[in-house]
């Protein structure tokens, strides 16, 4: 009996089957019950609504975009505004002969060849049917006048009041506001559904700086409104309305003073100037120089203009503070120093005897000072930092050893993103052994580590991370992010610790007195930077090697072009006693930090501690001895080229 | 009594066949069957052909595609159904690890991820699962005692649930439905017993109210809203619902005609070509056209069920009753979204709207119908030990 337990009983299963069948065909009638009433509930109960609304489908939807959000800097002036202006668009539903009615058009306003191929390329984007297609921008008066006058002939051609986004500072704020352009065909076609949604009327979208990073909040809520329109596609009368909801303002540390400053300090040289508070790590000034005026950018840049900005040798369109990554130089000498302290490989006694060069134990190799003969018999670590001497540090790097600075190194963020609330930022390069083995595939040597102990060799940085290494130095091992947004819609966004570590307090007056001492000491490398100050500063120098220079060989510099020759670079902070302000600097080509970067760090700490702002036409102040550069050249007007609104197509 | 009278006398045993039964199942097509899907493809490439503007481009790539369907349902019509059922778990796992390669791997737009892309050719994994799901618990439950037992109900809702939630996870909520339905209609036609079902529902709707209030942030919850309501979104998903609407409505009892459709001429109606065709359809043939496609439809369902009655085994009547259950969900949900009596998920109008696997997919599911319709009859005498 057992052995038949295992058998299925096929009978019974198909006598549930046929049970489930007759359940499942009744809930399928049912639901098609439920389908048919649907269809004859819309088409024969409701069909006189529905083909009234589809009679040339008068009624519908319009997207009414939000208004974006304001940026005002840290004393509420405006950096970027809305400004109305005058958009003749074209429906190409309603339009007929599309060639005929632009032909037309260009008889009443210009319209250049430009406006028609961006109009066509905009109109074979993806769009909602019966959404007007912008043609012109920026209509006059007189322009407005003749189209209304023909208006009766203007079948699917409609002028709106848009509000166009404006950038009254000009190309001041070009690498940190950034600027808004219109939405690609590749972002559109990476938006979802969500985000199809929320830019419906909406034109453009952040490109680049903050308006990029803070899109979301700038962005805003779309409404709409239900609106009945005649034949002719005009509204006749709006039947609903949800209102939507304006982006939110952003109001940032930067400081429109700070950053004209830091433009007239730096005099048209090519470079970077970054200012952070210290205590908040809010940036007060970010400029590259040149720059460019992102106005152009809002309506669509037409391709001359693009490609002069873009192949333009001085690079205007390249962040210098963020994407431009440079060798440090003597600027980390200080960091090594105190490195050196904490690790107990130096204390502030100790001195070497520097003869002008080192020389790696057991080997050949040399390293020469950039002062020949060398700075004395007894060099201690404040003479060593004051007069920049790169045998003392040659010297305790290779004891210190690689492993050690390249921890050291990024607590102070080397190597490592800022995170600074602006995109497209560079990492530059703080090596380690293991990035050597990544990145060449070798092992890291001795002599690495000799280059590194002086900011040469493999170690890239951006201004942005000097200015932060400066300021974590000033505020004795808090690291905070640099921030750009002090509130956004209101709201105050709180300065992010990122690293805090412990040094003993003797340690850091040491080098706070060394720093001190290279812009007041006698024999100070900045000493004229440092001169007649009521208020003591703290700094130092740096020059970054644009080309190597082989073993043995002179360094010449009238011999190189001027691209060829270093950079000079320059940190420093103030006061010493309670630092408020960081300060980095980056003048390309220009050689001498101490000469050349110095006085421009010197003037963005007297512009924030004793309010001597300075204007860009300004001539150039003369408390430095200038020492002009033979055959420096003169920077290119092409990105300052101011365009009145009236032009941009 | 002579052997020729035993035989005639036997006629579904496979002997005394007629002559066009003994061609249906020399040739494995059900001509009935294939009758009805040729009449919807007509159907569906005359609404296609007004839906798309008139583009020949179009009319040429879905005719390529219903070509290859068609193949493809030869093709799998010749199956032996026993293979089909020893080759079921290979199938499912083979499945299973394309859409874990889908997440890792995949390609996508507009925010999902669906397809894997070999050599530039690319295709969905998904719709493989669409055939590999029924055909699996098809095959583990016909081997069980019917009904299951709540060991194996547990093991099934686990098959069905992996696949399921790595769909929903690309996310295609559509697609991810018609996957879960096409193997719990399994179960239930197994006999799943009444009392478990009820408990399901009980479980189902009790869970619900803390999921809303505790698990789901904000923006999931007003995307559920949404999804639930779209007219209240007029600028997202309400747009194409309150357009569709207004599509269907205008067509009225007779339609305006075919080619005269003004919502989905205007192209006020998006995705009308693809899942919102039956609104082009409503548009322009009116009531009458929809009454009359619902109809071809109910045939084709009928004639499924049919199948499934009469198949030689378990395994084959529950995957044919599968297989229809199935296109009835695809029929009902796609024309019940439309008409905006569901929330739109993405599910094609099986043969009418443009979309080449889709239309592969389902004609391989009637291949496998066919193969169970003409398997070879086997005389089964009930013996008693």
């Given at each position: 009996m057992s052995e038949t337990q295992h058998f299925k009983d096929y009978h019974r299963e198909t006598r549930i089957f046929w049970a489930r069948l007759?359940?499942?065909?009744?809930?399928?009638?049912?639901?098609?019950?439920?389908?048919?009433?649907?269809?004859?509930?819309?088409?024969?109960?409701?069909?006189?609504?529905?083909?009234?609304?589809?009679?040339?489908?008068?009624?519908?939807?319009?997207?009414?975009?939000?208004?974006?959000?304001?940026?005002?800097?840290?004393?509420?002036?405006?950096?970027?505004?809305?400004?109305?202006?005058?958009?003749?668009?074209?429906?190409?539903?309603?339009?007929?002969?599309?060639?005929?009615?632009?032909?037309?058009?260009?008889?009443?306003?210009?319209?250049?060849?430009?406006?028609?191929?961006?109009?066509?390329?905009?109109?074979?984007?993806?769009?909602?049917?019966?959404?007007?297609?912008?043609?012109?921008?920026?209509?006059?008066?007189?322009?407005?006048?003749?189209?209304?006058?023909?208006?009766?002939?203007?079948?699917?051609?409609?002028?709106?009041?848009?509000?166009?986004?404006?950038?009254?500072?000009?190309?001041?704020?070009?690498?940190?506001?950034?600027?808004?352009?219109?939405?690609?065909?590749?972002?559109?076609?990476?938006?979802?559904?969500?985000?199809?949604?929320?830019?419906?009327?909406?034109?453009?979208?952040?490109?680049?700086?903050?308006?990029?990073?803070?899109?979301?909040?700038?962005?805003?809520?779309?409404?709409?409104?239900?609106?009945?329109?005649?034949?002719?596609?005009?509204?006749?009368?709006?039947?609903?309305?949800?209102?939507?909801?304006?982006?939110?303002?952003?109001?940032?540390?930067?400081?429109?003073?700070?950053?004209?400053?830091?433009?007239?300090?730096?005099?048209?040289?090519?470079?970077?100037?970054?200012?952070?508070?210290?205590?908040?790590?809010?940036?007060?000034?970010?400029?590259?120089?040149?720059?460019?005026?992102?106005?152009?950018?809002?309506?669509?840049?037409?391709?001359?203009?693009?490609?002069?900005?873009?192949?333009?040798?001085?690079?205007?369109?390249?962040?210098?503070?963020?994407?431009?990554?440079?060798?440090?130089?003597?600027?980390?000498?200080?960091?090594?120093?105190?490195?050196?302290?904490?690790?107990?490989?130096?204390?502030?006694?100790?001195?070497?005897?520097?003869?002008?060069?080192?020389?790696?134990?057991?080997?050949?190799?040399?390293?020469?000072?950039?002062?020949?003969?060398?700075?004395?018999?007894?060099?201690?670590?404040?003479?060593?930092?004051?007069?920049?001497?790169?045998?003392?540090?040659?010297?305790?790097?290779?004891?210190?050893?690689?492993?050690?600075?390249?921890?050291?190194?990024?607590?102070?963020?080397?190597?490592?993103?800022?995170?600074?609330?602006?995109?497209?930022?560079?990492?530059?390069?703080?090596?380690?052994?293991?990035?050597?083995?990544?990145?060449?595939?070798?092992?890291?040597?001795?002599?690495?580590?000799?280059?590194?102990?002086?900011?040469?060799?493999?170690?890239?940085?951006?201004?942005?991370?000097?200015?932060?290494?400066?300021?974590?130095?000033?505020?004795?091992?808090?690291?905070?992010?640099?921030?750009?947004?002090?509130?956004?819609?209101?709201?105050?966004?709180?300065?992010?610790?990122?690293?805090?570590?412990?040094?003993?307090?003797?340690?850091?007056?040491?080098?706070?007195?060394?720093?001190?001492?290279?812009?007041?000491?006698?024999?100070?490398?900045?000493?004229?930077?440092?001169?007649?100050?009521?208020?003591?500063?703290?700094?130092?120098?740096?020059?970054?090697?644009?080309?190597?220079?082989?073993?043995?060989?002179?360094?010449?510099?009238?011999?190189?072009?001027?691209?060829?020759?270093?950079?000079?670079?320059?940190?420093?902070?103030?006061?010493?006693?309670?630092?408020?302000?960081?300060?980095?600097?980056?003048?390309?080509?220009?050689?001498?930090?101490?000469?050349?970067?110095?006085?421009?760090?010197?003037?963005?700490?007297?512009?924030?501690?004793?309010?001597?702002?300075?204007?860009?036409?300004?001539?150039?102040?003369?408390?430095?001895?200038?020492?002009?550069?033979?055959?420096?050249?003169?920077?290119?007007?092409?990105?300052?080229?101011?365009?009145?609104?009236?032009?941009?197509? | 009594?002579?052997?020729?009278?035993?035989?005639?006398?036997l006629?579904r045993t496979?002997?005394?066949?007629?002559?066009?039964?003994?061609?249906?199942?020399?040739?494995?097509?059900?001509?009935?069957?294939?009758?009805?899907?040729?009449?919807?493809?007509?159907?569906?490439?005359?609404?296609?052909?007004?839906?798309?503007?008139?583009?020949?481009?179009?009319?040429?790539?879905?005719?390529?595609?219903?070509?290859?369907?068609?193949?493809?349902?030869?093709?799998?019509?010749?199956?032996?159904v026993d293979?089909?059922r020893r080759?079921?778990?290979?199938?499912?796992?083979?499945?299973?690890?394309?859409?874990?390669?889908?997440?890792?791997?995949?390609?996508?737009?507009?925010?999902?991820?669906?397809?894997?892309?070999?050599?530039?050719?690319?295709?969905?994994?998904?719709?493989?699962?669409?055939?590999?799901?029924?055909?699996?618990i098809a095959a583990y439950l016909s081997k069980r005692f019917l009904p299951p037992g709540l060991k194996h109900v547990f093991f099934t809702?686990?098959?069905?649930?992996?696949?399921?939630?790595?769909?929903?996870?690309?996310?295609?909520?559509?697609?991810?439905?018609?996957?879960?339905?096409?193997?719990?209609?399994v179960l239930?036609f197994a006999g799943l017993r009444w009392g478990y079902?009820?408990?399901?529902?009980?479980?189902?709707?009790?869970?619900?109210?803390?999921?809303?209030?505790?698990?789901?942030?904000?923006?999931?919850?007003?995307?559920?809203?949404?999804?639930?309501?779209?007219?209240?979104?007029?600028?997202?998903?309400?747009?194409?619902?309150?357009?569709?609407?207004?599509?269907?409505?205008?067509?009225?009892?007779?339609?305006?005609?075919?080619?005269?459709?003004?919502?989905?001429?205007?192209?006020?109606?998006?995705?009308?070509?693809?899942?919102?065709?039956?609104?082009?359809?409503?548009?322009?043939?009116?009531?009458?056209?929809?009454?009359?496609?619902?109809?071809?439809?109910?045939?084709?369902?009928?004639?499924?069920?049919?199948?499934a009655l009469n198949a030689q085994d378990s395994f084959g009547r529950l995957l044919?009753?599968?297989?229809?259950?199935?296109?009835?969900?695809?029929?009902?949900?796609?024309?019940?979204?439309?008409?905006?009596?569901?929330?739109?998920?993405?599910?094609?109008?099986?043969?009418?709207?443009?979309?080449?696997?889709?239309?592969?997919?389902?004609?391989?599911?009637?291949?496998?119908?066919?193969?169970?319709?003409?398997e070879?009859k086997r005389v089964m005498t009930p013996q008693k030990k």
């Amino acid at each position: 009996m057992s052995e038949t337990q295992h058998f299925k009983d096929y009978h019974r299963e198909t006598r549930i089957f046929w049970a489930r069948l007759a359940v499942m065909s009744s809930v399928m009638l049912a639901l098609l019950g439920v389908l048919v009433y649907r269809y004859h509930h819309l088409q024969i109960v409701q069909y006189q609504d529905y083909a009234t609304q589809s009679d040339r489908n008068r009624v519908h939807i319009q997207p009414i975009p939000p208004t974006r959000g304001l940026i005002y800097d840290r004393n509420g002036i405006l950096l970027a505004e809305n400004r109305p202006s005058y958009t003749l668009s074209v429906v190409r539903e309603r339009a007929g002969d599309l060639e005929e009615t632009l032909d037309y058009l260009q008889t009443l306003v210009e319209i250049r060849a430009t406006d028609r191929e961006k109009f066509y390329k905009l109109m074979h984007q993806r769009r909602r049917p019966f959404e007007p297609v912008p043609l012109r921008y920026n209509l006059s008066e007189e322009e407005l006048a003749s189209l209304a006058v023909n208006e009766f002939r203007l079948e699917g051609v409609e002028i709106d009041a848009q509000l166009v986004r404006h950038y009254p500072q000009g190309d001041l704020f070009a690498h940190t506001v950034g600027y808004v352009g219109r939405i690609s065909e590749a972002e559109l076609d990476n938006f979802d559904e969500e985000e199809y949604r929320r830019y419906s009327g909406t034109h453009s979208i952040g490109k680049t700086g903050l308006e990029r990073h803070y899109e979301d909040i700038l962005l805003g809520e779309v409404g709409n409104q239900n609106v009945e329109t005649n034949a002719r596609g005009r509204v006749q009368r709006v039947l609903e309305r949800i209102d939507p909801k304006p982006g939110g303002d952003l109001h940032l540390y930067l400081d429109v003073r700070m950053q004209q400053t830091a433009v007239a300090a730096l005099a048209g040289r090519r470079g970077a100037v970054v200012a952070i508070e210290v205590k908040s790590g809010g940036v007060l000034a970010a400029v590259s120089v040149p720059s460019y005026d992102p106005n152009l950018f809002v309506t669509g840049i037409s391709f001359a203009d693009y490609r002069s900005l873009n192949e333009s040798l001085d690079m205007p369109l390249y962040n210098r503070f963020i994407q431009g990554v440079y060798p440090p130089g003597s600027t980390i000498k200080p960091m090594i120093g105190l490195a050196g302290l904490d690790s107990g490989f130096t204390d502030v006694n100790r001195s070497i005897s520097d003869p002008g060069f080192f020389r790696l134990p057991n080997t050949e190799w040399i390293w020469r000072d950039w002062k020949r003969g060398g700075h004395g018999g007894r060099v201690d670590l404040k003479q060593a930092i004051s007069e920049s001497c790169d045998t003392y540090f040659w010297d305790l790097g290779n004891r210190m050893g690689i492993d050690r600075l390249s921890e050291f190194g990024s607590h102070f963020g080397l190597g490592e993103l800022t995170r600074i609330d602006i995109p497209n930022e560079r990492r530059g390069v703080w090596p380690s052994r293991e990035w050597k083995r990544g990145a060449k595939g070798q092992a890291w040597y001795p002599g690495d580590t000799i280059n590194m102990s002086i900011g040469q060799g493999y170690v890239l940085t951006s201004p942005m991370q000097l200015a932060v290494m400066t300021a974590t130095l000033a505020h004795r091992g808090v690291r905070i992010r640099p921030q750009m947004v002090q509130r956004a819609n209101g709201e105050f966004l709180a300065p992010v610790i990122e690293d805090r570590f412990d040094v003993a307090e003797a340690h850091w007056d040491a080098i706070f007195d060394g720093m001190a001492e290279v812009m007041h000491g006698q024999r100070g490398t900045a000493r004229v930077a440092g001169q007649g100050a009521d208020y003591r500063m703290a700094g130092k120098s740096g020059t970054a090697q644009v080309v190597g220079i082989a073993q043995g060989e002179k360094y010449d510099s009238e011999a190189l072009k001027e691209r060829h020759r270093d950079h000079a670079l320059f940190v420093s902070f103030a006061p010493l006693e309670d630092p408020q302000i960081a300060v980095a600097v980056i003048v390309e080509n220009a050689e001498g930090g101490s000469s050349q970067a110095g006085p421009v760090a010197r003037k963005m700490m007297d512009a924030f501690l004793r309010g001597k702002y300075l204007m860009p036409e300004q001539p150039e102040g003369v408390e430095e001895a200038a020492t002009p550069v033979a055959g420096r050249l003169p920077s290119q007007p092409l990105a300052r080229r101011v365009i009145d609104t009236g032009g941009v197509n | 009594m002579s052997g020729q009278d035993f035989l005639r006398r036997l006629p579904r045993t496979g002997f005394g066949l007629g002559r066009r039964e003994a061609l249906q199942q020399r040739l494995h097509v059900d001509f009935l069957l294939l009758f009805l899907l040729l009449a919807l493809t007509v159907v569906g490439m005359s609404v296609l052909y007004s839906a798309s503007g008139e583009s020949m481009v179009t009319m040429r790539r879905q005719g390529t595609f219903f070509l290859i369907a068609f193949t493809a349902m030869f093709a799998v019509a010749q199956v032996p159904v026993d293979f089909m059922r020893r080759m079921a778990p290979w199938a499912y796992v083979g499945g299973v690890i394309l859409l874990i390669l889908v997440l890792v791997v995949g390609v996508g737009a507009k925010g999902a991820q669906r397809w894997l892309s070999i050599g530039g050719f690319r295709f969905q994994p998904s719709e493989i699962m669409k055939l590999a799901m029924p055909v699996m618990i098809a095959a583990y439950l016909s081997k069980r005692f019917l009904p299951p037992g709540l060991k194996h109900v547990f093991f099934t809702l686990l098959l069905i649930a992996i696949p399921t939630a790595l769909i929903i996870d690309q996310p295609d909520l559509g697609t991810s439905i018609l996957v879960a339905a096409s193997g719990i209609v399994v179960l239930f036609f197994a006999g799943l017993r009444w009392g478990y079902i009820v408990l399901a529902v009980i479980i189902f709707t009790a869970s619900l109210w803390p999921i809303w209030h505790f698990m789901l942030h904000d923006y999931q919850r007003q995307r559920v809203l949404t999804l639930l309501n779209p007219e209240a979104d007029r600028l997202g998903a309400g747009w194409n619902i309150i357009q569709s609407k207004t599509a269907i409505g205008s067509g009225g009892l007779s339609g305006k005609g075919w080619l005269e459709g003004t919502q989905s001429r205007l192209d006020f109606l998006p995705e009308g070509h693809t899942d919102f065709i039956i609104a082009v359809m409503a548009e322009e043939f009116g009531l009458l056209g929809v009454l009359m496609l619902l109809g071809v439809y109910i045939l084709v369902i009928m004639r499924g069920m049919m199948i499934a009655l009469n198949a030689q085994d378990s395994f084959g009547r529950l995957l044919a009753a599968s297989i229809t259950t199935t296109f009835f969900v695809y029929v009902f949900v796609n024309m019940g979204m439309v008409s905006g009596l569901l929330p739109v998920v993405g599910v094609p109008l099986p043969l009418i709207s443009q979309g080449g696997t889709a239309i592969v997919t389902l004609m391989a599911g009637f291949g496998i119908l066919m193969a169970i319709a003409t398997e070879r009859k086997r005389v089964m005498t009930p013996q008693k030990k």
